[in-house]
C-alpha cells in the first residue's frame, strides 16, 4: 500500500524540509562573481570592474614635441672682417705682382681671384654686413693696383739689373709714372672685375 504524501512536501524525500525556491543544494552556496579560490588557498583580492591589474607603461614623448634648437647667433664683426679683408688684401696684391713679373703680362682670371679673396676673407669673418662688401671692392681696387705696381717693379728690375726694392721704395714715383703710361683700357676692366668679384665674394661667404 502506497504510502501518502503529506501536503506541501511535491517531490522531496520524506522528512526533509523544501529547499526555498532558487537556492543552491546544501554544501553549494552560491559564489560570487569571478567565484572564490578553494578550500586552503589564500583568497585574493578582486579587481574592481575596469581597473587595470597593472600601472600602465608610461606614455612615449611624441615626435616633434622638443622646441627646435635656437638658432646659430648671426656673425656681425665689422672690424675683425675689415682686418682681415686688408690682410688677404696685401697677401693677394704680393701674389698678383709676382704673377705680373714672372709672365710680364697683366692676368683677368689673377684680377678676379684678388677680388674674391678678398670678399671671401671680409665675408667669412666679419658676417653679412652690407658695408663689408664695399670695403672689400675697395680693397680690391688697392690690392690689384699695388699688384701691378709690384709686377711693373720686378720687370723693370729684371731689365735694367737694380734692385727690387730700390725701384719700389726709393723710384716709387718714377715707377707710378710708368706705371700710367703703360695703362690702358684692359687695366681698368681688371679693376671693375676684382672689385665686382670682392663684392659678389663678402656676399656668398656671408650666407
Same mark, same amino acid.
Given at each position: 500500500?502506497?504510502?501518502?504524501?503529506?501536503?506541501?512536501?511535491?517531490?522531496?524525500?520524506?522528512?526533509?524540509?523544501?529547499?526555498?525556491?532558487?537556492?543552491?543544494?546544501?554544501?553549494?552556496?552560491?559564489?560570487?562573481?569571478?567565484?572564490?579560490?578553494?578550500?586552503?588557498?589564500?583568497?585574493?583580492?578582486?579587481?574592481?570592474?575596469?581597473?587595470?591589474?597593472?600601472?600602465?607603461?608610461?606614455?612615449?614623448?611624441?615626435?616633434?614635441?622638443?622646441?627646435?634648437?635656437?638658432?646659430?647667433?648671426?656673425?656681425?664683426?665689422?672690424?675683425?672682417?675689415?682686418?682681415?679683408? !686688408?690682410?688677404?688684401? !696685401?697677401?693677394?696684391?704680393?701674389?698678383?705682382?709676382?704673377?705680373?713679373?714672372?709672365?710680364?703680362?697683366?692676368?683677368?682670371?689673377?684680377?678676379?681671384?684678388?677680388?674674391?679673396?678678398?670678399?671671401?676673407? +671680409?665675408?667669412?669673418?666679419?658676417?653679412?654686413?652690407?658695408?663689408?662688401? +664695399? !670695403?672689400?671692392?675697395?680693397?680690391?681696387?688697392?690690392?690689384?693696383?699695388?699688384?701691378?705696381?709690384?709686377?711693373?717693379?720686378?720687370?723693370? +728690375?729684371?731689365?735694367?739689373?737694380?734692385?727690387?726694392?730700390?725701384?719700389?721704395?726709393?723710384?716709387?714715383?718714377? !715707377?707710378?709714372?710708368?706705371?700710367?703710361?703703360?695703362?690702358?683700357?684692359?687695366?681698368?676692366?681688371?679693376?671693375?672685375?676684382?672689385?665686382?668679384?670682392?663684392?659678389?665674394?663678402?656676399?656668398?661667404?656671408?650666407?
Amino acid at each position: 500500500m502506497t504510502q501518502p504524501t503529506p501536503p506541501g512536501q511535491g517531490g522531496q524525500p520524506y522528512g526533509q524540509p523544501q529547499q526555498p525556491y532558487g537556492q543552491q543544494p546544501y554544501g553549494g552556496q552560491q559564489q560570487p562573481y569571478g567565484g572564490q579560490p578553494g578550500y586552503g588557498y589564500p583568497q585574493q583580492p578582486q579587481q574592481p570592474y575596469g581597473q587595470q591589474p597593472y600601472a600602465p607603461f608610461p606614455q612615449q614623448p611624441q615626435p616633434g614635441g622638443f622646441p627646435p634648437p635656437p638658432a646659430p647667433a648671426a656673425r656681425n664683426n665689422i672690424g675683425l672682417g675689415v682686418a682681415v679683408a !686688408l690682410v688677404a688684401a !696685401l697677401v693677394a696684391a704680393g701674389i698678383y705682382g709676382a704673377i705680373i713679373g714672372a709672365t710680364e703680362h697683366e692676368i683677368g682670371w689673377a684680377a678676379v681671384g684678388v677680388g674674391f679673396v678678398v670678399g671671401l676673407a +671680409a665675408g667669412k669673418t666679419g658676417g653679412p654686413n652690407p658695408a663689408l662688401g +664695399a !670695403l672689400s671692392a675697395v680693397f680690391s681696387l688697392g690690392a690689384v693696383y699695388l699688384g701691378q705696381l709690384i709686377g711693373a717693379a720686378m720687370v723693370i +728690375a729684371d731689365k735694367t739689373g737694380m734692385a727690387f726694392s730700390d725701384i719700389f721704395f726709393d723710384h716709387f714715383d718714377a !715707377l707710378q709714372e710708368a706705371w700710367s703710361n703703360d695703362a690702358d683700357a684692359m687695366t681698368f676692366v681688371f679693376f671693375a672685375i676684382a672689385a665686382i668679384a670682392a663684392f659678389g665674394g663678402a656676399k656668398r661667404a656671408a650666407q
